[in-house]
């Protein structure tokens, strides 16, 4: 996980900092996804709006155990 101003979070106890954190108004806008030809990776990006500002976002998905979680996310802010 990954936010302006802050080391990338790569443990779940950073990661729940940061998302405390993250303001909870944000507004996301797909702009493109795609998807690995194994079917085991995806990604997601687009515009977000938060406080009236518009940035981009990204976000990289993996399949695990029946279900996708987000492997990466950069969000801009």
Same mark, same amino acid.
């Given at each position: 996980? #990954?936010?302006?101003?802050? /080391?990338?979070? &790569?443990?779940?106890?950073?990661?729940?900092? =940061? /998302? $405390?954190?993250? +303001? +909870?108004?944000?507004?996301?806008? /797909? !702009?493109?996804?795609?998807? +690995?030809? $194994?079917? !085991? =990776?995806?990604? &997601?990006?687009?515009? &977000?709006?938060? #406080?009236?500002?518009?940035?981009?976002? =990204?976000?990289? *998905?993996? *399949?695990?155990?029946?279900? *996708?979680?987000?492997? %990466?996310?950069? %969000?801009?802010?």
């Amino acid at each position: 996980m #990954n936010r302006n101003g802050y /080391l990338p979070a &790569t443990n779940s106890a950073d990661q729940k900092k =940061l /998302l $405390d954190l993250t +303001s +909870s108004s944000i507004q996301y806008k /797909l !702009d493109g996804a795609g998807m +690995s030809s $194994d079917m !085991d =990776l995806g990604y &997601t990006y687009g515009t &977000t709006i938060i #406080n009236g500002k518009t940035d981009n976002y =990204l976000r990289i *998905w993996r *399949w695990e155990k029946d279900e *996708w979680k987000i492997a %990466l996310e950069v %969000l801009r802010y």
